[in-house]
């Protein structure tokens, strides 16, 4: 009889961006569940105690390297760094991302720059770099991290928009790119997620969070985005390429983050 395997037990994942929000929430998932992880913030202090934490709570060994994703020579290094003490590397996150609100207009070409920069532009280097890695030992699984704003006008976030938008059809370029290798690529489109970068660039708090049983109109938590991510870099995603899952549950204000937060 068959049984679904959503495991990820001995698996190399490298997840970028971990230092805090869904991207720390992804990697102590996949530790959880029996994966040796990488980390990178571009902050070594920030990234130490999620590293500290991860292995005090779990088996799993937790490498964190500071890394800036904008910049070739360090990503290079890190995943070096990841390949020299897990052995290779079975699945990458590139989670790391963020945006400001500005209307388009408002929009410096330095401020332009340093968002697309940050979320296409990383996503860039980390997969050129991981993929090398991954078909040298026969394949592996890249999971990209769109946004439900990648997916529809949102209005004060074009440059976010914009990027996160590529992130998608980059996806499915390179599945097909890379499937003569073994590499799976994916991508995930969260909606709203209560993380600190939300809170920080979008005045939203936590409190009165309803709890993830919750379907109806709520802000979601990085859990609601590991558990998908987990999923898709497991043996019961095989068969899933080049697709973009969104996950948004019932958005709170219809059927957009922006208007969720009176941007539109
Ligand atoms: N939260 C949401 O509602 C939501 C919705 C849709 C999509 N997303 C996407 O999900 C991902 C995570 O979002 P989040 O809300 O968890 O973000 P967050 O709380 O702002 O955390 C961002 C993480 O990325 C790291 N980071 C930023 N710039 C970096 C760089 N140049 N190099 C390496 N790491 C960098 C930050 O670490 P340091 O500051 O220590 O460098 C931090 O760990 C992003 O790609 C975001 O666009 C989020």
Redesign the pocket.
């Known amino acids: 009889m068959h049984e679904a395997d959503f495991g990820v037990d001995g698996q190399s994942v490298v997840v970028?961006?971990?230092?805090?929000?869904?991207?720390?929430t992804i990697a102590e998932t996949f530790a959880a569940g029996g994966a040796d992880v990488a980390i990178?913030?571009?902050?070594q202090d920030?990234?130490d105690p999620v590293a500290e934490q991860i292995e005090a709570e779990t088996d799993a060994r937790c490498l964190a390297v500071e890394?800036?994703?904008?910049e070739r020579d360090e990503v290079e290094a890190f995943f070096e760094a990841v390949n020299d003490e897990f052995g290779g590397i079975d699945t990458l996150v590139?989670?790391?991302?963020?945006?400001f609100v500005a209307a388009f207009d408002d929009i410096s070409p330095n401020g332009w720059n340093a968002i697309v920069d940050?979320?296409l532009g990383?996503t860039f280097h980390c997969t050129q770099v991981a993929s090398q890695y991954m078909r040298e030992d026969g394949g592996g699984v890249v999971v990209n991290?769109?946004?439900?704003?990648g997916q529809h006008a949102a209005p004060n976030e074009s440059h976010?928009s914009a990027s996160?938008a590529a992130i998608i059809r980059l996806t499915e370029t390179l599945s097909v790119e890379y499937a003569s290798h073994g590499i799976r690529v994916v991508c995930v489109?969260?909606?709203?997620?209560?993380?600190?970068?939300?809170a920080?660039?979008l005045g939203i708090q936590s409190e009165d969070m309803p709890p993830r049983e919750a379907v109806d109109r709520r802000?979601?938590h990085?859990e609601d985005?590991a558990d998908v991510v987990q999923f898709l870099a497991s043996p019961a995603a095989a068969f899933v390429n080049g697709e973009t899952y969104t996950v948004k549950g019932v958005p709170r204000a219809g059927n957009s983050?922006s208007a969720d937060l009176g941007l539109q």
Do not use: D, F, H
């Open positions: 970028t961006g971990a230092s805090q929000g869904i991207g720390r990178c913030s571009r902050s920030r990234i890394c800036n994703v904008r590139n989670n790391a991302g963020g945006e940050l979320n990383g991290m769109s946004s439900v704003n976010y996160k489109a969260p909606g709203l997620i209560q993380t600190p970068g939300v920080e660039t802000i979601g990085t985005i983050m």
